[in-house]
């Protein structure tokens, strides 16, 4: 029989996971009058991590938060998304952001450093009153009609309510869903960041560009006010269908890189042997797994009782569609609208899981089906590029995603 939890005066949240998923919540729930204590298992934040990409429907969220100056200072805001061929560099289509997307949609089209992303969103929810406690990793938690309780190596934190914000491998979902663990896609990733003045000048770029090739892709963007370029690699392979140990990460080598891209056009060939120049890194490139979960099939499979999933812990966003960190901030958003609303505790939790899962499984759904369209192969192929070059800005633009909010 579970111990009774004693009543707590104070609104207090425990939050498991301090990366942009729980920093974002830690932010949101301060600010609708929440004590938000985020527990975090990394001792230290660091620099790791590639860039990520924020479309206006997550800026806007950013700048009614107040971070609009703080996202000035460290992002780009690139003037066009462009789709190359990768075989034979052919523009296949086109998308200008910059001043089209605030005429649009009232926000703008951002690429930001992972670590400067987590930086300004951390420095918000500590101002804002939110509580972190780095090198505490959860290690189970129990929930009752008087609250939660979860459990660390160091302590014991006692709350109202519990989000699981702790990434694709949650232990927090785990616990309450017991649905396994993710499964590999087929896919693998391969990560560098460039410094563009290290780069000859016919390889820098201002711009996000999406290169399409047979069974992979590759996208690059610039991050730090334009100064470096992310540059990510996408490749199939069949052992990459293996499951390996959860959140691997290794030390890659161009060799390998070359040899599974396989021939493609000169100026991106050019781009992926120049990394080991232009990087910012000790090691030009880093390789991980890409593992996916079934799309969310219902509000249940979000908040149950006192306790609620957030972003990858619910629904892990594949990236084929830019939205992973993206679908973490907006659900924070809700997560703190809903929290403000004068209903008990876990009626709460199940409107911001009925907010939210659909919008969910519908990115995860076109991300998945991205994934298909951006690796094919065949008449696939010549199908895809033959519809970007016809239609162009029509397949790239997005109402449905980024009018999200307005």
Known sequence: MKSQLPNMTRKKVLIAGGGISGMAAALALAQSGWQASVLERASAFSEVGAGIQL?????????????????????????????????????????????????????????????????????????????????????????????????????????????????LWSTVRQTLL????????????????????????????????????????????????????????????????????????????????????????????ELLEAAGQASVNPYAWRLWQLCVRPPVQSAGQMAQGRVALLGDAAHPMPPYLAQGAGMAIEDAQALGLCLKDEQALPQQLARYAERRWMRCARVQKRALRNAEIFHASGFMLWGRNMAMRLLGERLLDMPWLYSYGV
């Open 55 to 167: 479309g206006p429907n997550v800026t806007r969220v950013l700048q009614g938060w107040g971070l609009g100056p703080q996202l000035q200072a460290v992002a780009a805001f690139p003037p066009e998304l462009q789709v190359r061929c990768a075989q034979g560099g052919r523009l296949l289509g086109r998308l200008p952001l910059g001043e089209r997307a605030m005429r649009l949609y009232g926000a703008p089209y951002v690429t930001i450093h992972r670590a400067d992303c987590h930086a300004l969103l951390a420095e918000a929810a500590q101002e804002a009153g939110a509580q972190i406690h780095n090198g505490q990793a959860l290690e189970r938690w129990e929930s009752d009609d008087a609250g939660v309780r979860a459990f660390t190596a160091q302590a014991e934190h006692e709350a109202q309510a519990l989000i699981g914000a702790d990434g």
């Open 178 to 269: 017991a649905d396994g663990p993710p499964q590999p896609i087929g896919h693998l990733a391969w990560r560098a960041m460039l410094n563009q003045a290290d780069l000859p000048a016919a390889l820098r770029s201002s711009c996000v560009t999406l290169w399409l090739g047979e069974r992979m892709h590759a996208v690059q963007y610039p991050v730090r006010r334009g100064e470096w370029l992310n540059l990510v690699v996408i490749t199939q392979d069949a052992q990459a269908e293996q499951a390996r140990e959860p959140g691997w990460d290794l030390q890659a080598n161009a060799y390998d890189l070359l040899a599974q891209t396989g021939a493609v056009c000169a100026p991106l060939r």
